[in-house]
């Protein structure tokens, strides 16, 4: 039966897996990155700037009992989350860093709240707090200044 089939048969074969296989791959754990190339270069075409401006500051205008009702978190825009998961990766690798060359409070504090400035939006933010008990415990875990949560607080 295997008779049948020549070697260069053989190998189209396994060349279609293949290319079958690393497309199932690339759909299942890269679709988002995926959609995103297709639809940053169908703008392209047309002179669209969707995606150009895709970490600006976005504000969003909330209405009192929204905020009062305590769904804040559910209205907070996607980039608002983007930009907290940067100041987030942001905040653990300058506590990292700065635990290896023990730093005096006041610098550190200070540090701090440089690059707490470079996020502003995220100072009206409902995740603020989380941000908040984010830069205690980092402290804590690599044990060069404690902070408490008030302190950190300050530095917004």
């Not at 990766?89 to 290896?100: E, F, R």
């Not at 440089?114 to 603020?128: C, F, G, M, Q, T």
């Amino acid at each position: 039966m295997l008779n049948q089939f020549t070697w260069i048969d053989y190998f189209i074969g396994i060349c279609v897996a293949m290319v079958i296989y690393y497309l199932w791959l690339a759909i299942k754990y890269f679709r988002n990155d995926i959609t995103h190339a297709i639809l940053s270069k169908s703008d392209e075409r047309f002179g669209s700037d969707l995606f150009e401006d895709e970490y600006q500051d976005v504000t969003e205008v909330r209405p009192a009992s929204v905020m009062q009702d305590g769904t804040a978190i559910l209205n907070t825009l996607d980039s608002d989350f983007e930009e907290i998961e940067f100041l987030i990766q942001k905040l653990k690798k300058v506590i990292a860093d700065t635990s290896k060359s023990k730093p005096v409070k006041a610098e550190f504090k200070e540090y701090l709240r440089l690059v707490l400035k470079e996020y502003p939006s995220v100072k009206d933010s409902a995740l603020r707090e989380s941000v908040n008990e984010l830069i205690v415990a980092e402290t804590e875990k690599y044990g060069i200044v404690i902070l408490s949560r008030e302190e950190v607080d300050v530095l917004w």
